[in-house]
């Protein structure tokens, strides 16, 4: 890992806009600046203010933008090197000719999160925040970005740190035990141990179950809507999504393919899936959905089974509520503006527990109370006791499981009365991995991983 050059990047997205910057870090940023950039009053770059002036080729002194600069002394800087920022105006073929002349003049072009590399190995981020960087500039959703801005100021590192801080303890306490052999551990001392023990377990348990909620503000949920031909699955589909995406009309069998989209529901993103109508049929492409539409049923995290409210159950509609039954399911009686021929208590799924809920497609009736009806179906038991962690990330996901497992064996090993030798191998191990969360003891082709998935320029 080379961190003695200097590297530039631009840091702005590709493309036309109003301004576009140019980043340099390292030992040579001012040096390779100045040569460029040069203020309109002549006086040299000063750290934290924002310099007026203009970019100008150093060779043959041909004007190429003006731009306005600044400057950050090591080590109050992003980085912790000396940086400069050139804030150009965001053309493309401006940027790249800045790039280059700060690349003849002996800076390298940086890679994917470089820039973030170089604070975390100067001590400016742990682990945790950098992949918030990351995360925060990846979000799709408010929610995400919220969890990542928490996260960037250290909230999860916080957390692991009175664990660490117990198990650093208990290690101390087992170690002395050791280094006086003749000493034996007292079993008071035992039972104290073999209690903190289970706290931490429990503490760690607690962060990792929050990777439910986790991966579902990242990665969203699957919801397929399903039903036979003509109760409004469509219909319903645009209502959610609040634009006409899917064909409807009166004729059953309108559907054939999956139809898919993505809406936001309090920050989680929800991929909805319209589907074919369910029933038997003869009609090869028709058909061909129907098999579709029962894929998504099995691949989906929540099934709307949608029912229409002006009709009676038929044997289509029975078959349907059979099939879905395994399926985290939610009723929605459809066609609530027309004359209601299906009360709730005719319906066997009803009967049997799964919530319901009665809309109209049509008039737009009980489709926010539906979108909230999902929410809620979405967090319950799932959502975080405590708002702060949150585990999003699988490569954290990952250590705590594997610190939990070394912790289980260390308490296996404390109470089947093992030397304490045999207890702190798990303790130890716990640590370490612990400790490669927050990048504490971290190898360097898995810093390599992580800070390959950045963009270029941060
Ligand atoms: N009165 C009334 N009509 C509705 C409602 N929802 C849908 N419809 C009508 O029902 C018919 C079928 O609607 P779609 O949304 O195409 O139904 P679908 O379930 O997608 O049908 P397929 O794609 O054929 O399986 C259309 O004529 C809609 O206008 C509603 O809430 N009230
Ligand atoms: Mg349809």
Redesign the pocket.
């Known amino acids: 890992m080379d961190v003695e050059d200097t590297i530039s990047a631009i840091s702005t997205a590709m493309g036309r806009a109003g301004i576009g910057i140019v980043r340099l870090s390292g030992p040579r940023a001012l040096d390779i600046a100045e040569q460029l950039f040069h203020t309109r009053s002549g006086a040299p770059l000063s750290p934290n203010r924002a310099q007026w002036g203009e970019i100008r080729d150093p060779q043959s002194g041909e004007l190429i933008d003006e731009a306005v600069t600044t400057f950050f002394r090591a080590p109050r800087s992003y980085t912790g090197e000396d940086v400069v920022e050139l804030s150009c105006h965001g053309s493309p073929v401006v940027l790249q000719r800045v790039l280059a002349l700060t690349t003849q003049l002996g800076a390298r072009i940086a890679k994917p999160g470089e820039f973030t590399l170089r604070a975390f190995l100067n001590g400016r981020l742990d682990l945790t925040q950098a992949e918030a960087v990351r995360d925060l500039i990846d979000a799709q959703t408010v929610y995400q970005a919220k969890v990542a801005a928490r996260q960037l100021r250290g909230s999860f590192s916080r957390q692991l740190q009175p664990i660490k801080d117990a198990l650093t303890d208990m290690i101390v306490h087992l170690e002395t035990a050791v280094e006086f052999a003749d000493e034996d551990v007292h079993p008071q001392d035992v039972e104290a141990i073999a209690a903190r023990l289970d706290r931490v377990i429990a503490h760690l348990s607690d962060i990792e179950r929050s990777f439910g909620f986790g991966r579902l503000i990242r990665e969203g949920i699957q919801l397929a809507i399903v039903?036979?031909?003509?109760?409004?699955?469509?219909?319903?589909?645009?209502k959610l999504l609040e634009k006409e995406r899917?064909?409807?009309?009166?004729?059953?069998?309108?559907?054939r393919d999956l139809l898919s989209d993505v809406i936001s529901l309090d920050g989680i993103p929800v991929h909805l899936i319209?589907t074919?109508?369910i029933r038997q049929t003869a009609d090869r492409v028709e058909s061909i959905g129907v098999e579709r539409a029962r894929t998504a049923i099995a691949d989906a995290d929540i099934v709307l089974v949608?029912l229409d409210g002006?009709q009676e159950l038929t044997e289509d509609d029975r078959a349907i509520l059979e099939e879905t039954q395994p399926a985290p399911r939610l009723i929605v009686i459809?066609?609530?503006?027309?004359p209601c021929r299906l009360t709730p208590e005719r319906i066997p799924a009803v009967a049997s527990g799964s919530p319901w809920i009665r809309?109209?497609?049509?008039?737009g009736a009980g489709i926010d109370e539906l979108r909230r009806t999902i929410v809620d179906f979405i967090a319950s038991g799932r959502a975080p006791a405590a708002e702060d962690v949150i585990l999003t990330n699988a490569r954290h996901h990952d250590l705590i499981v594997r610190a939990i497992r070394a912790l289980r064996e260390s308490q296996g090993a404390l109470k089947g009365g093992y030397t304490e030798e045999v207890i702190l191998v798990g303790m130890h191990e716990a640590l370490r991995v612990l400790g490669e969360i927050t990048g504490e003891t971290t190898v360097e082709d898995i810093l390599d991983q992580i800070f390959s998935t950045f963009c270029i320029g941060k």
């Open positions: 039903g036979r031909p003509n109760v409004g699955k469509s219909s319903i589909f645009n899917a064909i409807v009309t009166d004729i059953p069998g309108t559907t319209d074919a109508g949608i002006s459809n066609k609530n503006d027309l809309v109209s497609a049509l008039t």
